[in-house]
């Protein structure tokens, strides 16, 4: 049971009476009428607290691990399918799920019920817009089969659940859901709204997700990855609205010369200095110019193109009759920004050179969390891990960086910031030299909770709320008292005993 107890969150006093491990529907329905509260786990590799249990039974979906044969645009799947054998097992079908996070060992369950997000939002959008269809146990072991657009809510504002045990007549929160791209704050709730969507997102607290149906799309060919040093914030963001710019052009027009990117992912001066006290420069053999004052990494998608084709490209891009290439096009952004001549090109089919890209800025928040175990080892065991997962219209994003620095510098915080530009969506993260660093940054992060939502954004990006007492907090701050009352009475509606996920979102 030990391996169950804890999650990536690291949260403490993980406990539980039994791990439950259901190869079926009718085992998950099983478990739900044992009467004891259930935690459904699957990678817990949530970084809120979500995965640890807190007494009763882990229900986890290791076995739950079907992939049925996909069709061109579909395939059901067990929610304890790990993401990177999905990718794997859907490339031999030439198929692609292309909303999954950073992280390909997280399971289909989780991500639903978290509504991951990766870097690819800025294209792709969320989980959520990815789920069709959900196979869900209530507690009480009702079994909900549901498909996108049969259940719409309508005026009443309530959906009736309808099962063995009765019906259960669930009143949908009326508060309103910042408008941004990607939200994991506590229950969806929207004018119109899809009964499958109350499950996305609801972080195990409404049902146990046994199996669900996934939107695919073929798998894209040419995939190019960028990493060019920027001189300082104000002209990366420049950078990222003219690529943000130019490929919903392209999106919209199907010009074939377009550019099309998917996603850009920042890193800030403080995470080039760890790259560099870390060695990950030269582990990744990646250099960057000593004027850089961040990192930014691109992903370009690009038609089928051979190598020697990229390269006679990328030398003829900046000629008076350079091609009308994509990847011309790219190069010609990069050089009007000045940035083209210190970019590194991974070039599609130059897995290594990628995987190499993709390894520095998956090195920060490793070197991140390492320090932070040393801390907390080294200086006082109350240190974890201190970081805001909130997002903002991309417009606003320069304004929520200044909010950041004021806020975390006007407490003396040492802070390292990464994440997703292209969404307007990073990670500041303390790097905490004392307990004193913690508690300051816990109260600079409610701080940034408020200014966030006055800029239209959300304190909750993609990790969801959990067991976590500040993003509840932030939660609570997002939709007031009564927000949370509402959502209270949702769960009320489907779990009345509160089994499930006790204490996950808000206190029961
Ligand atoms: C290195 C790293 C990188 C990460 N990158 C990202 C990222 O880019 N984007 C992002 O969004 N997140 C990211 N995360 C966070 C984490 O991977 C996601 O939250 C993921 O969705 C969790 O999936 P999991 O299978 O580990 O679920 P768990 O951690 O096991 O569970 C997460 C939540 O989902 C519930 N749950 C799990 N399975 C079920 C089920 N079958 N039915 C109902 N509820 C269930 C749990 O009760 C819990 O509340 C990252 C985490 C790490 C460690």
């Given at each position: 049971?030990?391996?169950?107890?804890?999650?990536?969150?690291?949260?403490?006093?993980?406990?539980?009476?039994?791990?439950a491990?259901p190869r079926t529907e009718a085992d998950v329905a099983a478990v739900l009428t044992d009467g004891r509260p259930v935690l459904a786990?699957?990678?817990?590799?949530?970084?809120?607290?979500?995965?640890?249990?807190?007494?009763g039974i882990?229900l986890?979906s290791?076995?739950l691990?079907?992939?049925?044969?996909?069709?061109?645009?579909?395939?059901r799947?067990g929610a304890?399918?790990?993401?990177?054998?999905?990718?794997?097992?859907?490339?031999?079908?030439?198929?692609?799920?292309?909303?999954?996070?950073?992280?390909?060992?997280?399971?289909?369950g989780?991500?639903i019920a978290?509504?991951?997000?990766?870097?690819?939002?800025?294209?792709?959008?969320?989980?959520?817009?990815?789920v069709e269809g959900l196979t869900v146990v209530l507690a009480g072991g009702d079994v909900l089969d549901i498909t996108r657009g049969a259940h719409v809510l309508d005026?009443s504002g309530t959906f009736v659940v309808e099962g063995p045990a009765g019906s259960r007549v669930v009143p949908v929160p009326?508060?309103?859901?910042?408008?941004?791209?990607?939200?994991?704050?506590?229950y969806h709730a929207?004018?119109?709204m899809d009964l499958v969507d109350l499950f996305i997102g609801a972080e195990g607290t409404l049902g146990v997700i046994v199996s669900a149906v996934?939107?695919?799309?073929?798998?894209?060919?040419?995939?190019?990855?960028?990493?060019?040093?920027?001189?300082?914030?104000?002209?990366?963001?420049?950078?990222?609205?003219?690529?943000?710019?130019?490929?919903?052009?392209?999106?919209?027009?199907?010009?074939?010369?377009?550019?099309?990117?998917?996603?850009?992912?920042?890193?800030?001066?403080?995470?080039?200095?760890?790259?560099?006290?870390?060695?990950?420069?030269?582990?990744?053999?990646?250099?960057?110019?000593?004027?850089?004052?961040?990192?930014?990494?691109?992903?370009?998608?690009?038609?089928?193109?051979?190598?020697?084709?990229?390269?006679?490209?990328?030398?003829?891009?900046?000629?008076?009759?350079?091609?009308?290439?994509?990847?011309?096009?790219?190069?010609?952004?990069?050089?009007?920004?000045?940035?083209?001549?210190?970019?590194?090109?991974?070039?599609?089919?130059?897995?290594?050179?990628?995987?190499?890209?993709?390894?520095?800025?998956?090195?920060?928040?490793?070197?991140?969390?390492?320090?932070?175990?040393?801390?907390?080892?080294?200086?006082?065991?109350?240190?974890?891990?201190?970081?805001?997962?909130?997002?903002?219209?991309?417009?606003?994003?320069?304004?929520?960086?200044?909010?950041?620095?004021?806020?975390?510098?006007?407490?003396?915080?040492?802070?390292?910031?990464?994440?997703?530009?292209?969404?307007?969506?990073?990670?500041?993260?303390?790097?905490?030299?004392?307990?004193?660093?913690?508690?300051?940054?816990?109260?600079?992060?409610?701080?940034?909770?408020?200014?966030?939502?006055?800029?239209?954004?959300?304190?909750?990006?993609?990790?969801?709320?959990?067991?976590?007492?500040?993003?509840?907090?932030?939660?609570?701050?997002?939709?007031?008292?009564?927000?949370?009352?509402?959502m209270r009475r949702v769960k009320q509606a489907l779990d009345p005993q509160g089994l499930l996920a006790p204490?996950?979102?808000?206190?029961?």
């Amino acid at each position: 049971m030990a391996a169950h107890l804890e999650d990536a969150a690291h949260y403490p006093g993980g406990q539980a009476d039994v791990v439950a491990r259901p190869r079926t529907e009718a085992d998950v329905a099983a478990v739900l009428t044992d009467g004891r509260p259930v935690l459904a786990v699957g990678a817990q590799s949530s970084l809120t607290g979500g995965a640890t249990p807190a007494g009763g039974i882990v229900l986890a979906s290791s076995r739950l691990t079907t992939i049925e044969p996909p069709d061109a645009h579909h395939v059901r799947v067990g929610a304890g399918v790990v993401l990177g054998t999905l990718l794997e097992d859907l490339a031999t079908h030439g198929l692609d799920f292309p909303p999954v996070p950073t992280y390909l060992g997280a399971t289909v369950g989780g991500i639903i019920a978290t509504n991951a997000a990766g870097a690819a939002t800025f294209k792709y959008g969320t989980t959520r817009e990815w789920v069709e269809g959900l196979t869900v146990v209530l507690a009480g072991g009702d079994v909900l089969d549901i498909t996108r657009g049969a259940h719409v809510l309508d005026d009443s504002g309530t959906f009736v659940v309808e099962g063995p045990a009765g019906s259960r007549v669930v009143p949908v929160p009326t508060y309103v859901m910042p408008d941004v791209v990607k939200r994991s704050a506590g229950y969806h709730a929207a004018p119109g709204m899809d009964l499958v969507d109350l499950f996305i997102g609801a972080e195990g607290t409404l049902g146990v997700i046994v199996s669900a149906v996934l939107r695919l799309q073929p798998l894209r060919a040419g995939l190019c990855y960028a990493l060019v040093p920027v001189s300082d914030e104000p002209r990366a963001l420049a950078l990222v609205a003219d690529l943000r710019e130019a490929s919903r052009q392209t999106w919209q027009s199907h010009d074939a010369a377009g550019i099309d990117v998917a996603a850009i992912e920042h890193m800030d001066d403080r995470s080039l200095q760890i790259l560099r006290e870390d060695g990950a420069d030269r582990k990744y053999e990646v250099s960057w110019p000593a004027s850089a004052g961040l990192l930014l990494l691109i992903q370009l998608e690009l038609p089928l193109l051979t190598q020697e084709d990229a390269y006679e490209q990328i030398s003829s891009a900046l000629d008076d009759d350079g091609p009308d290439t994509p990847l011309a096009r790219f190069c010609r952004v990069l050089d009007h920004h000045g940035v083209l001549d210190d970019a590194e090109l991974a070039l599609p089919g130059d897995r290594k050179r990628a995987e190499q890209l993709l390894g520095v800025r998956e090195a920060v928040p490793a070197g991140v969390n390492a320090r932070v175990g040393r801390a907390k080892r080294d200086l006082d065991g109350r240190i974890a891990k201190t970081a805001a997962d909130m997002v903002v219209p991309f417009e606003k994003f320069g304004e929520m960086m200044d909010i950041y620095r004021a806020g975390f510098a006007r407490r003396g915080l040492d802070v390292a910031t990464w994440g997703h530009v292209s969404d307007g969506n990073v990670h500041p993260n303390v790097l905490p030299r004392s307990y004193e660093d913690v508690e300051a940054g816990k109260a600079a992060i409610l701080e940034f909770g408020v200014e966030v939502a006055r800029l239209g954004g959300c304190p909750l990006a993609e990790h969801g709320v959990g067991r976590h007492p500040v993003k509840q907090a932030l939660l609570r701050q997002l939709y007031g008292d009564e927000g949370i009352e509402q959502m209270r009475r949702v769960k009320q509606a489907l779990d009345p005993q509160g089994l499930l996920a006790p204490g996950v979102l808000f206190s029961t």
